[in-house]
């Protein structure tokens, strides 16, 4: 019913594709360690200008009239919450934006400048308030903790022991605010807000898709709809649902088939045990988009270009090492001959 919002994401679709082939190139031209020392000097400029523009906003907030849904540098006002936006525009996006970084601080906290990261990654997710985003962020590091050698995961405990003891310290020193006691209420509010009004959403996107189940309602078309019947344009806040009811059984069919591909691709590499950064950040994402709309993201097509890179890389290790394993093994041939 509503073909130019499916004209403009599909638009947006091909800009990101053609943004993802640029950054697999470039990538592919630097050797991994450079691509992970650029990850974690992304992470920490990231959340650390995020947090001087939370503090700056706090202040700014103080001296104005109290209202909702008010931004001020990088602090947003949510229900007397002083939400953590940082460098972008909503809360519940940061921790998204956050996910790779807090993945790859969290398996490589050897040395003090990936330690110092994951504090900062810690403080900003954390203030933020994000339910969804921050449980996802529990689950990652319990599922890191269960994968990783039993030395590993004592290392990581007491290290995120002593990180979370100095975040807590930073946020009743410098925030001068209980956060514990927000994040109780923030908790409690679950069960009243009902997620923020997701299960609603959620219900009308199943009503959707039962309309149409083949194809859909069509793409992007799930915000024009509410517009149309309920008075107000809101995203579903759950990826699946929004494909399901926008294009049907085909779309989702085709977008689970891509995700168990990556999945495959995860564990065929083995790069849950080598490098734990990247499958976990792919879990933290599948888990934060049952609760927020991103089927275009250009953070997530930016992960798969990194990982992408990487398994060329892998693959053009081994095509060498099997190269040099014949070249040695006809050495030995023809030395015996000999």
């Not at 810690?122 to 308030?129: G, Q, R």
Request: charged fraction near 15%.
């Amino acid at each position: 019913m509503y073909p130019l919002a499916s004209i403009r994401i599909t638009l947006g679709i091909v800009l990101l594709l053609f943004c993802y082939f640029i950054l697999k190139s470039i990538l592919s031209q630097y050797s991994e360690h450079a691509i992970q020392k650029a990850i974690a000097e992304a992470g920490l400029l990231f959340n650390a200008v995020s947090l001087v523009l939370y503090v700056i906003g706090l202040k700014s907030l103080a001296s104005q009239e109290q209202g909702e849904m008010i931004s001020s540098y990088g602090v947003l006002l949510d229900r007397e919450y002083p939400r953590l936006i940082g460098l972008l525009e909503d809360p519940n996006l940061y921790i998204f934006y956050n996910t790779l970084f807090i993945a790859y601080f969290l398996t490589n906290m050897k040395s003090w400048r990936n330690k110092a990261g994951f504090l900062l990654c810690l403080v900003t997710s954390i203030l933020t308030f994000s339910r969804g985003g921050l449980l996802a962020m529990i689950l990652m590091v319990l599922l890191y903790l269960v994968i990783s050698s039993p030395a590993t995961r004592w290392k990581t405990l007491v290290t995120i022991g002593g990180v979370c003891s100095a975040a807590g310290y930073m946020t009743a020193s410098i925030m001068k605010f209980d956060i514990g006691q927000m994040l109780e209420a923030r908790i409690e509010d679950f069960s009243s807000d009902g997620g923020s009004g997701r299960f609603e959403l959620w219900s009308r996107a199943w009503e959707y898709f039962l309309s149409n189940p083949l194809m859909g309602i069509g793409a992007d078309n799930f915000i024009e709809y509410n517009k149309v019947y309920y008075g107000e344009g809101l995203y579903t806040h759950n990826t699946f649902l929004q494909i399901l009811s926008e294009s049907g059984l085909l779309g989702f069919s085709l977008y689970f088939t891509f995700l168990l591909l990556v999945v495959i691709q995860l564990m065929n590499r083995r790069l849950m045990k080598e490098k734990p950064y990247l499958f976990l950040s792919f879990i933290a994402f599948f888990l934060q988009i049952m609760s927020l709309s991103l089927i275009i993201n250009e953070v997530f097509f930016l992960y798969l270009a990194i990982l992408s890179a990487i398994l060329q890389k892998e693959e053009r290790k081994q095509l060498t090492t099997k190269q040099e394993g014949k070249e040695i093994h006809k050495h030995e041939c023809l030395v015996n001959d000999g």
